[in-house]
Each structure stands twice: as C-alpha cells, then as structure tokens.
C-alpha cells in the first residue's frame, strides 16, 4: 500500500522482535511478582504443629492452647465469651520512668500465669502470692489512658490496669508495695505500631502490620523441635533446655533443622497462612528456665548459639548486631485458625 511504503512501515521481523520481547517482560514481571508477593501455587508438607502458645503478659508465662484463632495482631484463645487471651496484650511498666520491663531484669515474672475469669476479667496467680482477679479495661474512661516505653525508646499506648493489679505486680515482682504497672492495649482505639525504617530496608517483605502490639517484633514466631535438638547436642553435658524457654507461638515437628531458616512462606492447617519476616536473634532471655526462673550460670544456650548462629549477611549484621538467630517471625497474610497437629505447609519450589 501506498501509505505503508511512505512511512517505511515496520517489517514483520520488527514487529517479531517486539512481541518477543513484551512476552519476556511479562514473564518476568509475573515471575518477580510471585516471588514476592503472592502466595505459593503448590504448597509440600513438612511437618505438624506440635505446641500453640499464647502469651498474654509480654515476659510472663505462656499458656499451651489446643487451637488460636491468627489475627494480625497475633494469636488469640478461641472462646464463646467476648474476653480472648491475646498475644502481648498486657505490658508490665514502671510506674515512674514508664519503660516496660521484663524477664531479662525480673526473672520472676516467667512465673506469672494468667487465665480468663468471666466474660470481662482475668486471674493472676504467681507463687506464694494470692489469686488476684482483675477486670480487663474495656475504654480508657475508667482507666487512665497512657503510654510506656519499650525497645529503642519506641512509645506505644496502653491503658492502665489499675491500682490492685499496680500492687499485686510490685509485691511479687519488688516486694514493694508500688513501683510496677500493668498496661493493656485497647485494639479498637489504639493505633498499631511503625516500623523502624532501617529494619524495613533490610528486611525487604517487613510491613508495619507485621509488628505484634507489644512483642518484641512481630506477631509469631516460629520454631521447630529439629532445630532445638540440633542445638542440644552442641551444649556441654550439664546444660538441658526445653523449648518453652524459646518462646515460641507455634512449634512445628518433623522438619529438617534450621530448614525454617530458609521457607518464605507457611500454612498452618487449611486457611492460615503466613510470610517468613526475619530470622528472631536471641537474647538472655533464653537462658532463663521457665519453671524454675533461674538464669543459666555459663548463660548457656546463648553462648553455644553464637557460636554457630550468627547472621552472616553483612546487611543483616549491622541492623541485628552479633546476636545469634533461631526460629523465624512471621507475619499474617491470611487468618484461621489453628489446631494443635495440623500440617505445616510451605512453598514448593
Ligand atoms: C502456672 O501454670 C503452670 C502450668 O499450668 C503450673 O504448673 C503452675 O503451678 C502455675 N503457677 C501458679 C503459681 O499457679
């Protein structure tokens, strides 16, 4: 044609060249995407959950569950009434500087336990202390509204338990009759938290709505029994640990060791599913028991693990410092909920 000549039209090798190119760009956009993104088509088996924990005192002790509902916020008892056990909900805090604190400094408090009481309130109990009931704030009008400071100076908001639940803690924790205060968040009216950006940066799947409320990071972790017992075996003889003294949310048996390490993706059961965040660096908390609340003298098994679990990716290094990693954060990409022996699930590459 003549109009086809006057603007030299493209040959059909041009347009050839074209298609072929734009189907390599879509693949690999589409490759990239899944990768990093999307959940995984195939899913392999790798195990069974073998332990549920929640922990609704950061620092005290965990209660074992049979099932927990997953919210972005973390795990959750799975009951008729309206009050649930949630992961990190209450917050110990010093009265005067505000800073949380935590087993690492009070040991004692692994002894706390705490259980539902009624449809609005929820038992203490420590050793050689009485059973203490305290109702959970439901607004911040009858409570006083506040915050506390946890890592890195970072606020967050939590409302006073008030002052029964104030002296119960100081008179466990510090024999004293104040001094410590017991906070709880309020989902409905508190903001969640913001990532710092560096972990963010280094991290590269890491979102704000991974961050528990007042866990250390975010709102699982994961471990698994292989892991455990590949470490027992590198202790001297006298030292033995259990995995609660880990504290994991969800214990998984039947993988291979440290393969969590490396799963980017993990289904509980059928519907919850969740993206591995980072690896969890361990601190002295590990060495604690979590029966007895006595410290490891030789801080053993933090000094066996440094000598064999520290990051080595350079990045990592500088946003996580020299302390060594096992079990992994998770963050929630979709909620269910979870029973005690269902399969594990991950990617399939
Ligand atoms: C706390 O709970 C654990 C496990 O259920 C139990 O063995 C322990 O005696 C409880 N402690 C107190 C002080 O009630």
Known sequence: MLWQKAYGFPSPLFWGTVSVLLALL???????????????????????????????????????????????????????????????????????????????????????????????????????????????PQDSESNKRTHCKIWNNEKVETVDCGDTAANWLSKYVLNQDCGLRLGYYLADIMPRRVAAEKLKQCFKTFKNKDLGVY??????????????????????????????????NFLVRGSLPYEEDKWKWIRIGETAVFKNVKPCTRCVLTTINPDTAIMEPKREPLRTLKGYRQLTDPAMLKVEGSSPALGIHLGLHNSGTVRVGDSIFVEDE
């Open 26 to 136: 879509v693949r690999w956009w589409h490759q990239k995407r899944k990768s990093t993104n999307s959940v995984p088509e195939k899913w392999r088996c790798v195990g069974e959950l073998s332990e549920l924990t929640v922990f609704p005192i950061k620092s005290c002790a965990g209660i074992s569950l049979e099932e927990a509902e997953c919210t972005e916020c973390g795990i959750q008892t799975v009951s008729d009434g309206p009050l649930k056990l949630r992961d990190r909900f209450f917050i110990v805090y010093d009265e005067k500087t505000e800073e949380f604190k935590t087993a690492r400094t009070y040991p004692k408090m692994l002894l706390i336990n705490v259980t539902l009481d009624g449809n609005d309130a929820v038992k203490l109990s420590a050793p050689n202390m009485p059973e203490l009931q305290i109702k959970v």
């Open 215 to 248: 866990s250390d990071l975010t709102s699982f972790m994961l471990m698994t029994e292989s892991s455990i017992d590949d470490l027992r075996t590198r202790l001297p003889p006298h030292v033995s640990i259990i995995s609660r003294q880990f504290r994991p």
